[in-house]
């Protein structure tokens, strides 16, 4: 699986269309990204995480947030939450001797009932309904969501990983992570996040305001 290019449109702090090309170049196949803390270096890890994996992409910002509030918080703050935000992927992938092209195309908007997602798949420069409807499936085929992470990482996460102290923390998570084991930690949280706003909806409506 090579990456050629990345979309953002509305995501996160790249106002309006963001395109990134990163293919890699004949006899320079690094591509470096740089700037300062807070300029939107992670956001384009967390926008191609987001466009493989949607409700199971590994966000930076995320949080506790669920994926609806997740999505409407990544709208660009200066434009309409109606008008929404978008992220494109573009990948090549050599499959039984035959390099086949993925465009994965993730929009949302914010309708005032909800947030409304689509994903369409262009599979060699033509649109795959079948592949669109159960992409979480066939994205498991390239690189599943759960190990993301080992692939999908900045300099810093590079930095943990040579320091001697650190490192055998990081390869732990990492290993756990492969095994399935962190899936109880994870639950567990999950399951707090809910006791919150189950006990939250207990209260009263003067409560709630309160709360907010």
């Not at 689509?118 to 969501?145: C, K, M, Y």
Request: glycine fraction near 8%.
């Amino acid at each position: 699986m090579t990456i050629d290019e990345l979309v953002l449109h509305n995501f996160s702090l790249y106002r309006g269309r963001q395109e990134i090309v990163l293919t890699p170049r004949s006899g320079k196949p690094v591509i470096l990204i740089g700037g300062l803390n807070g300029t939107g270096k992670t956001t384009i890890l967390d926008a191609l995480q987001l466009a493989l994996y949607g409700k199971l992409a590994r966000c930076s910002t995320r949080g506790t947030l669920s994926y609806d509030e997740f999505l409407r918080h990544c709208i660009n703050r200066k434009v309409s939450p109606s008008e929404g935000a978008a992220v494109e992927l573009q990948f090549h992938h050599v499959s039984a001797g035959v390099d086949h092209t993925y465009r994965v195309h993730r929009s949302w908007s914010f309708t005032g009932k909800g947030v409304k997602e689509r994903v369409e798949v262009i599979v060699d420069g033509r649109l795959d309904p079948v592949i669109s409807q159960t992409w979480n499936e066939h994205v498991e085929e390239f690189i599943p969501a759960r190990i993301s992470h080992l692939f999908f990482f900045d300099g810093e996460k590079i930095e943990s990983l040579a320091d001697y102290e650190s490192s055998a923390e990081v390869l732990t998570t990492a290993i756990h992570s492969v095994l399935g084991l962190d899936l109880v930690d994870r639950l567990a949280s999950d399951l707090l996040v809910l006791e919150r706003r189950k006990r939250v909806a207990l209260k009263s409506s003067t409560e709630q305001a309160d709360i907010k």
